[in-house]
């Protein structure tokens, strides 16, 4: 399976984004799809995931009620980012495990390319 992350791009403080995520094939069921995120000279952090009926949704403290994770159950995924700060500011990856849910990306097999939000302040 492949991942191709799309939909970055600048925006001002306050702006919204929606990145999606595209796999080549449909991956399998039971997986979990997730987004994560790579600033400048910091480690990788989880951002959202989403279980594979979408039923179970997961965010990271610092963008929840802000960022919105959803699937249309086929090959894609997206990110609705809204109210966007300059901290978002990030390359942004999207990624997908067969099974349970975790934050650390070392727990991820398949990952996109990254696509990357820049938000001005």
């Known amino acids: 399976v492949q991942l191709q992350a799309s939909g970055g791009g600048l925006v001002q403080a306050g702006g919204s984004l929606r990145l999606s995520c595209a796999a080549s094939?449909?991956?399998?069921?039971?997986?979990?799809m997730a987004w994560f995120r790579q600033a400048p000279g910091k480690e990788r952090e989880f951002v959202a995931a989403?279980?594979?009926?979408?039923?179970?949704t997961y965010y990271a403290d610092s963008v929840k009620g802000r960022f919105a994770i959803s699937t249309d159950n086929a090959k894609n995924t997206y990110l609705q980012m809204n109210s966007l700060k300059p901290e978002d500011t990030a390359l942004y990856y999207c990624?997908?495990?067969?099974?349970?849910?975790?934050?650390?990306?070392?727990?991820?097999?398949?990952w996109g390319q990254g696509t990357l939000v820049t938000v001005s302040s």
């Open positions: 094939a449909h991956p399998f069921s039971r997986y979990i």
């Open positions: 989403i279980s594979w009926s979408g039923s179970s």
């Open positions: 990624a997908a495990r067969l099974g349970s849910f975790y934050t650390a990306p070392r727990y991820y097999n398949y």
